[in-house]
């Protein structure tokens, strides 16, 4: 038996520990996100670059010609190559992305043991200490996730065929997604904090979850809907002027955009990141995982 000892009060104490986590220190998570925007889109550019070059020869005859090709459904020289650099990309995206998630954890990691750090040694060193057993434990629980969704799937699509009302039971797949999914949430803030292979580090984040999945679920959404109010705020004059409801000068909504994506990401993602990472400590001593 697992016992539930998520409770209100428990909320409102991590609520206020975020907060105060935050204030200190929400500049250095933004600076890691920062990075993780910068080497994106230099990446970006660095690779039209090749394809413009390499591809295309440097002529906008060339390129012209591919989008022509492609827009009447020809016959593509240069689909090939084209194809293989956005690979080529994909792969550096998710590279990119994943050591920055990786560094962002680090750098709560780091605000809870209240050590000082260099943003820049976190993110282009530190992380590389954690990337392929995060790459690993996404496998492992992708498979954790997946395998029974897919099995009520499958048999839900045998037993329909013969009888149609039994259909309903595609929502058990469903559900097991949710279910299981969310039982591995916390799977990377886990390896960054015990710092322990893949495997232990998925029984390790699933046995947190046991027992309380419904009120963790709870406490991060309700956390999370708290602290984007002021981001609906500053998007209600878009929506509004989109759907006709008022009439907005575009500079006005270009201001408002502006901050509405600003507070996202120096306030919703820091405060989102660290109340996560305050959720599994709790967790973790309250259930005495160890590893």
Same mark, same amino acid.
């Given at each position: 038996?697992?016992?539930?000892?998520?409770?209100?009060?428990?909320?409102?104490?991590?609520?206020?520990?975020?907060?105060?986590?935050?204030?200190?220190?929400?500049?250095?998570?933004? $600076?890691?996100?920062? =990075?993780?925007? #910068?080497?994106? /889109?230099?990446?970006? &550019? +660095? *690779? @039209?670059?090749?394809?413009? %070059?390499?591809?295309?020869?440097?002529?906008?005859?060339?390129?012209?010609?591919?989008?022509?090709?492609?827009?009447?459904?020809?016959?593509?020289?240069?689909?090939?190559?084209?194809?293989?650099?956005?690979?080529?990309?994909?792969?550096?995206?998710?590279?990119?992305?994943?050591?920055?998630?990786?560094?962002?954890?680090?750098?709560?990691?780091?605000?809870?043991?209240?050590?000082?750090?260099?943003?820049?040694?976190?993110?282009?060193?530190?992380?590389?200490?954690?990337?392929?057993?995060? $790459?690993?434990?996404? =496998?492992q629980a #992708?498979?954790? /996730?997946?395998?029974? &969704? +897919? *099995? @009520?799937?499958?048999?839900? %699509?045998?037993?329909?065929?013969?009888?149609?009302?039994l259909a309903?039971?595609?929502?058990?797949?469903?559900?097991?997604?949710?279910?299981?999914?969310?039982?591995?949430?916390?799977?990377?803030?886990?390896?960054?904090?015990?710092?322990?292979?893949?495997?232990?580090?998925?029984?390790?984040?699933?046995?947190?979850?046991?027992?309380?999945?419904?009120?963790?679920l709870v406490?991060?959404?309700?956390?999370?809907?708290?602290?984007?109010?002021?981001?609906?705020?500053?998007?209600?004059?878009?929506?509004?002027?989109?759907?006709?409801?008022?009439?907005?000068?575009?500079?006005?909504?270009?201001?408002?955009?502006?901050?509405?994506?600003?507070?996202?990401?120096?306030?919703?993602?820091?405060?989102?990141?660290?109340?996560?990472?305050?959720?599994?400590?709790?967790?973790?001593?309250?259930?005495?995982?160890?590893?």
């Amino acid at each position: 038996m697992h016992k539930n000892i998520l409770t209100y009060q428990d909320w409102k104490t991590l609520f206020k520990a975020s907060f105060a986590s935050f204030l200190q220190s929400w500049w250095r998570i933004a $600076i890691i996100h920062v =990075f993780t925007l #910068l080497l994106l /889109v230099i990446g970006a &550019a +660095l *690779l @039209a670059g090749l394809v413009w %070059f390499i591809i295309f020869e440097g002529s906008i005859r060339e390129l012209e010609s591919f989008v022509m090709q492609i827009q009447l459904g020809l016959t593509m020289p240069h689909l090939g190559g084209a194809l293989f650099f956005g690979v080529l990309f994909l792969i550096f995206v998710i590279v990119v992305s994943t050591i920055g998630k990786i560094a962002g954890w680090l750098a709560v990691k780091h605000i809870e043991k209240k050590k000082s750090y260099s943003s820049f040694s976190l993110y282009f060193v530190s992380t590389w200490h954690f990337f392929w057993r995060s $790459i690993a434990v996404f =496998f492992q629980a #992708l498979w954790y /996730v997946v395998w029974p &969704a +897919l *099995l @009520a799937f499958v048999l839900t %699509f045998v037993l329909a065929a013969v009888y149609q009302p039994l259909a309903f039971l595609y929502a058990v797949s469903f559900f097991l997604l949710i279910w299981r999914g969310w039982h591995i949430f916390f799977i990377l803030p886990v390896l960054i904090h015990f710092d322990k292979d893949s495997s232990r580090t998925l029984v390790a984040a699933i046995d947190l979850i046991k027992g309380n999945w419904w009120r963790s679920l709870v406490f991060v959404l309700g956390f999370s809907v708290f602290v984007m109010i002021p981001q609906f705020l500053l998007s209600l004059p878009e929506t509004l002027s989109y759907e006709g409801f008022v009439s907005v000068g575009d500079g006005v909504l270009v201001v408002f955009s502006v901050l509405s994506s600003a507070y996202s990401f120096f306030v919703v993602t820091p405060l989102v990141l660290i109340f996560f990472y305050k959720l599994m400590l709790y967790l973790s001593k309250a259930k005495k995982i160890t590893l």
